[in-house]
């Protein structure tokens, strides 16, 4: 599996956002799909992500700021980011895999496939 994200930006606190990932292959559908950031200096932290059956999971800092989405027609998982902060700034790598445990979702561990990453700055 390949992907590619896209969509990211300069944008002012406050604003808003919409990032994109396009997969490759004809199984996206069945993968898990996750988006995770990662900060200069930082580790990679989780975001979001979305189950082959539509379940979602969000970490606390971004949870009713940012959704998640996915259009298996199209291949593509979205992270639609609003009411954006300058802590938002990091680069937003997507990342495919199929975790049998809803608690691998939010690891780096529960991902096989990753995209190479769209940087996200957000001005205070």
């Known amino acids: 599996v390949e992907l590619v994200e896209s969509g990211g930006g300069l944008v002012q606190a406050g604003g808003s956002l919409r990032v994109s990932c396009a997969a490759s292959g004809h199984t996206f559908s069945s993968y898990d799909m996750g988006w995770f950031r990662q900060a200069p200096g930082k580790e990679r932290e989780f975001v979001a992500y979305i189950r082959w059956n539509g379940g979602s999971q969000y970490a606390d800092s971004v949870k009713g700021r940012f959704t998640i989405s996915r259009d298996n027609n199209k291949n593509t998982v979205y992270l639609r980011m609003n009411s954006l902060k300058p802590e938002d700034t990091a680069v937003y790598y997507c990342?495919?895999?199929?975790?049998?445990?809803?608690?691998?979702?939010?690891?780096?561990?529960?991902?096989?496939?990753w995209g190479q990453g769209t940087q996200v700055t957000v001005s205070s």
């Open positions: 990342a495919a895999g199929s975790f049998p445990d809803y608690g691998l979702g939010s690891t780096v561990q529960g991902y096989d496939y």
